[in-house]
């Protein structure tokens, strides 16, 4: 990673955005450790180990825990290509403007609808998932479907309003967010690491702890653990016209987030596995459906009712700052998309707030259709693992869109012109990133195996249906028609970037 000639001249943000075709539209007030601390809370180590330990020990055992590094390892591939293409075009939206200048109109539209959805469901998950949170701190002892729904809503309102406060509350609560990830994950990762190991480090070599004869089988089906967590760095790329010197801050950001999420994550998973009483009795009765939340057990063994509550402050502030990254990235799409009149109701979603700086209409949007989704899980609970799924496989498949956007310019001769750039091993991260986005895509794509034909192809149903609704729309609508939008100009631009350099 370099620092190309032509950065060192320096555009300014104005200058740059100029050179791309676009003037300034948000409020530049968040510096590379606020925009790392919103993609970090959007990665959020705390939650997806929360949501996922149990499944990954059950699955795989503490095995599992490798997956962090393997899906680490294929995702910073991933986020180095992201790197290259926001230096160049460090606009706000991420997926869609990348692919619309990247590839064209049509592609972007497509890639940035099945993104918008994706992300939408993500919000509802992470929302669902932290109500046992909140309901603990509230003292609710009994969780009902009706408290489960209102405390989901609470908790998309509550970011809702914060959102609405401006790119600086934005800034504060993610800043805030980080510091409680990193006290609830690093933190007491260390302090089970250190003072409450219970288990030998070799638990994480022996293999299958519950006895499976195909290890290989199981430890493949762990592979959501890794999976589920990390694109959140993309994040720092949606609002990339809200941060100073984005050409350069939001590569860094992005890398930094996989980076400081990745070990955070494993310090984690680590930690509680090594402190774990009893493993093999938290894997039967995770499979039993005795005790699906391992982590509040070992909790509440090690720290005591006190401890436990003190986490569980920390844990609901996480999931708060998570949800709250989430609608910030998922309403600067929406916003990008409508300003170039790509939606239905674009200029209403394409308005921002004169007093806050920000789409309100599009957070509005990003917290609404999550509620309505939260209705739909409370009618028929079975529902939350699947469309978490589907959102982990819509999210990959628009990631993989850019990259493989990226590769076909450089085939046809583009050199990256921002100030990040891998010089001359940017062909072989790029085709390094596609093979492995390829393999997770199919991994996400296995069926299940309960035998319910419903059941088992609910991820692929609810993709089928995402594609066919958006063609259809797009069919009757023509919205590559209406805009005028610069497309497929990666190659112009970067000449015109070089050419900006040179002439200061």
Same mark, same amino acid.
């Given at each position: ?9 320096g ?26 601390a ?11 180990i ?8 059950a699955?795989?055992g ?16 991933? $986020? ?5 293409v ?9 997926? +869609? ?6 590839w ?19 919000i ?12 603990n701190?509230?003292g609710?002892?009994e ?13 998309l309102?509550i ?7 401006g790119t ?24 089970f ?19 499976g004869e195909?290890?290989?089988?199981a430890?493949?089906?762990? $592979? ?16 990339a016209?809200?941060v ?8 860094? $950001? ?16 680590v930690?509680y596995v ?21 982590i ?12 436990m ?15 709250l990254?989430?609608q910030a ?17 674009s200029?209403?979603l394409?308005k921002?707030?004169?007093?806050s ?16 989704l ?24 628009a990631?993989?869109?850019?990259v ?25 991260v ?5 093979? +492995? ?7 996400l ?9 419903a ?15 958006g063609?259809?729309?797009f ?11 610069p497309?497929?100009?990666a ?6 970037i ?5 002439a200061?």
């Amino acid at each position: 990673m370099s620092d190309n000639g032509s950065a060192k001249a320096g555009l300014g943000d104005s200058e740059h955005l100029s050179v791309l075709g676009h003037g300034n539209t948000y409020h530049r007030s968040m510096s590379l450790w606020a925009n790392l601390a919103l993609g970090f809370t959007y990665l959020s180590p705390l939650v997806a180990i929360y949501a996922y330990f149990g499944l990954g020990l059950a699955t795989a055992g503490p095995g599992s825990v490798f997956w962090i590094l393997i899906v680490g390892a294929g995702q910073l591939l991933v $986020a180095l290509v992201m790197g290259e293409v926001v230096s160049q075009y460090p606009i706000a939206g991420g997926i +869609y403007p990348w692919m619309r200048r990247l590839w064209g109109a049509r592609s972007a539209w497509f890639a940035a609808w099945i993104y918008v959805w994706a992300m939408i469901v993500t919000i509802t998950s992470v929302a669902e998932y932290g109500t046992g949170f909140l309901a603990n701190v509230l003292g609710i002892t009994e969780i009902t479907p009706e408290i489960t729904l209102t405390l989901a809503l609470v908790l998309l309102v509550i970011a809702l309003v914060l959102n609405l406060g401006g790119t600086k509350m934005l800034s504060r609560v993610a800043r805030i967010g980080l510091m409680a990830e990193l006290v609830g994950v690093v933190g007491l990762g260390l302090y089970f690491l250190i003072f409450q190991r219970k288990n030998d480090l070799s638990v994480f070599f022996d293999g299958f702890i519950n006895g499976g004869e195909d290890y290989m089988t199981a430890f493949v089906g762990a $592979a959501i653990v890794g999976l589920f967590m990390f694109y959140g760095f993309e994040a720092c790329g949606d609002v990339a016209e809200e941060v100073s010197d984005a050409a350069r801050q939001v590569p860094r $950001a992005m890398y930094l987030t996989i980076f400081v999420g990745g070990i955070s994550a494993l310090m984690s998973y680590v930690g509680y596995v090594l402190a774990a009483p009893d493993l093999q009795k938290i894997i039967d009765d995770y499979n039993s459906g005795a005790n699906y939340d391992p982590i509040g057990t070992i909790l509440t063994a090690i720290l005591g009712e006190t401890g436990m509550r003190i986490f569980l402050v920390v844990a609901v502030m996480a999931f708060i700052s998570c949800i709250l990254s989430l609608q910030a990235a998922a309403s600067r799409l929406l916003h990008s998309f409508a300003r170039d009149h790509m939606l239905p109701g674009s200029a209403w979603l394409s308005k921002i707030s004169p007093r806050s700086q920000v789409p309100t209409n599009a957070l509005i949007v990003a917290s609404v259709v999550p509620m309505a989704l939260c209705v739909v899980i409370y009618v028929n609970p079975a529902t939350l693992l699947p469309i978490t799924m589907f959102a982990v496989l819509g999210i990959y498949i628009a990631f993989q869109s850019v990259v493989l956007a990226a590769l076909r310019q450089r085939v046809k001769g583009w050199k990256p012109a921002g100030p990040f750039s891998l010089g001359q091993w940017g062909i072989v991260v790029n085709v390094a990133a596609l093979a +492995y986005g390829i393999w997770a895509i199919y991994t996400l794509m296995q069926p299940g195996v309960s035998g319910d034909f419903a059941t088992d192809y609910v991820v692929h149903i609810g993709l089928a249906t995402v594609i066919v609704v958006g063609t259809v729309y797009f069919l009757i609508a023509r919205p590559d028609r209406k805009s005028t939008a610069p497309q497929g100009d990666a190659l112009e631009v970067a000449a015109k970037i070089r050419e900006a350099h040179a002439a200061k």
